[in-house]
Each structure stands twice: as structure tokens, then as C-alpha cells.
């Protein structure tokens, strides 16, 4: 994990269990996420899937818990995409991961 704290941006990675690696890079403003770029060595059908991760997670709380990132994720993609070697628990993790390293982001009072 990486904090650069001139932009406030934040690093985050998680290796799902038997699956790929999941990386996410996000900045932060106002208390919510900014800039939220999802990558890794996974695949999804359609390829614009990961579009819709990112919109998901755009604008979400920095106090928001694990299990409201992974509902997040999954209620934007809906059960249409194919997702290999990456679910959307796993997403969540790195964006945890992120999130817990960068300033002000380990929230444990506030988490929703």
C-alpha cells in the first residue's frame, strides 16, 4: 500500500484467494472517493465491466466498510458480467487496503 499525501492519493492491492491480483488507485476529497481506478490481472466480459466497477465505487463514503464496497460492485455490475479470477469481495479488500493506509482513512467509528 502507498499514500502520497501531496495529492492525496492512495495504493491499494489484495490477491483474491486462487484468483488474481486487484489494484486499486484512488484519490481523496471531501471525506469521499475520487479518481477510483481499478486494474489487475484479471478478466471480465464485457470489458466495459470494469468501467462500471469504478463508477461504483466513485463518490462512496472513505468510512464505507468492505462489505458495502463488495455491494456496491456487485449491485452496478448486476449478474450479466463474467468475472475471472475476481469478485467483488476482492475489489473491495484493495479498496480497503487503500483507504486504511491513506491519512484519515482508517475510520473505525465511523464505517458504514
Do not use: C, W
Not at 449478474?79 to 479498496?95: C, D, K, L, S, Y
Request: aromatic letters at 4%; charged letters at 20%; hydrophobic letters at 45%.
Amino acid at each position: 500500500m502507498r499514500v502520497n499525501t501531496t495529492n492525496n492519493t492512495a495504493h491499494g492491492e489484495y490477491k483474491v484467494p486462487g484468483g488474481k491480483l486487484v489494484v486499486v488507485d484512488l484519490a481523496i476529497a471531501g471525506g469521499r472517493m475520487t479518481a477510483v481506478q481499478v486494474s489487475g490481472d484479471f478478466f471480465l466480459e464485457p470489458d466495459s465491466a470494469l468501467d462500471t466497477i469504478n463508477a461504483a465505487l466513485e463518490g462512496l463514503s472513505i468510512a464505507t466498510a468492505e462489505a458495502g464496497l463488495a455491494a456496491a460492485v456487485a449491485a452496478a455490475l448486476g449478474p450479466e458480467p463474467r468475472m475471472f479470477g475476481i469478485t467483488p469481495e476482492g475489489v473491495a479488500a484493495a479498496v480497503r487496503r487503500a483507504l486504511d493506509a491513506a491519512p484519515g482513512g482508517d475510520d473505525p467509528g465511523g464505517r458504514a
